[in-house]
């Protein structure tokens, strides 16, 4: 009798044991958790990235290949079809191959012009500060804002007829057969700017 009444003790103690390490036992999960989720980083943002296109409007028309999709050298009819819109001017006078045309919106012809040689499209100029030339130069400046902006690469020689001015130009080397040439007055201040093939980026009368 002592013998059963000792062994239903020993096991009474043995499941009461069993029960205890069961409840202190750890879950696998519990016991090897997750690592922590880090917040979210955000890439490294470049410059290149965050940087904007200027749109496609007047300001970003000009080349040293021609003005939006006019390309220099093409002739006075597709010029006239690329543009897509209307032009006004007059025909060469007399004696000339050599006219101008301008898009219908300006008011002053002389302040935007595309000057037509020959029958090809040969230069256009700008004399209104609401248009950059390529590079960023506009009307307004003065010459040594222009130079800063050029690296120093607009080659300078003095205006044939406005005394004190000077012409600042560089030539698209690589890009096109055409140069960049800008006027100043004699206070040093950028009056016009053009676009052109050679000879007639250097004609300083224009057509006349």
């Not at 009444?5 to 997750?34: F, G, M, N, R, W």
């Not at 609401?130 to 020689?157: F, H, I, R, W």
Request: glycine share 10%; with cysteine; hydrophobic share 40%.
């Amino acid at each position: 009798m002592m013998r059963t009444l000792s062994l239903a003790v020993a096991l009474a103690v043995s499941i009461a044991a069993c029960k205890q390490d069961a409840a202190t036992e750890v879950p696998a999960a519990a016991a090897d958790p997750a690592p922590a989720m880090s917040p979210t980083t955000e890439p490294a943002v470049t410059p290149e990235a965050t940087a904007t296109t200027a749109p496609a409007d007047a300001t970003a028309q000009a080349s040293f290949t021609g003005y939006g999709d006019m390309k220099l050298g093409s002739t006075v009819e597709e010029a006239k079809l690329a543009w897509g819109g209307e032009l006004k001017g007059n025909a060469p006078v007399e004696g000339s191959t050599c006219y101008y045309l301008s898009p219908k919106w300006v008011d002053k012809p002389s302040d935007f012009g595309f000057m037509m040689e020959e029958g090809k499209f040969v230069r256009y100029e700008i004399r209104t500060d609401k248009e950059a030339a390529p590079g960023g130069g506009k009307v307004g400046m003065t010459a040594d804002a222009l130079q800063a902006l050029y690296n120093n690469t607009l080659q300078s020689a003095p205006h044939k007829y406005v005394e004190g001015g000077k012409t600042l130009s560089v030539a698209a080397s690589g890009v096109a057969p055409s140069k960049l040439v800008f006027e100043t007055d004699a206070a040093g201040k950028v009056t016009s700017w053009r676009v052109g093939l050679t000879p007639q980026v250097d004609y300083v009368e224009g057509c006349f």
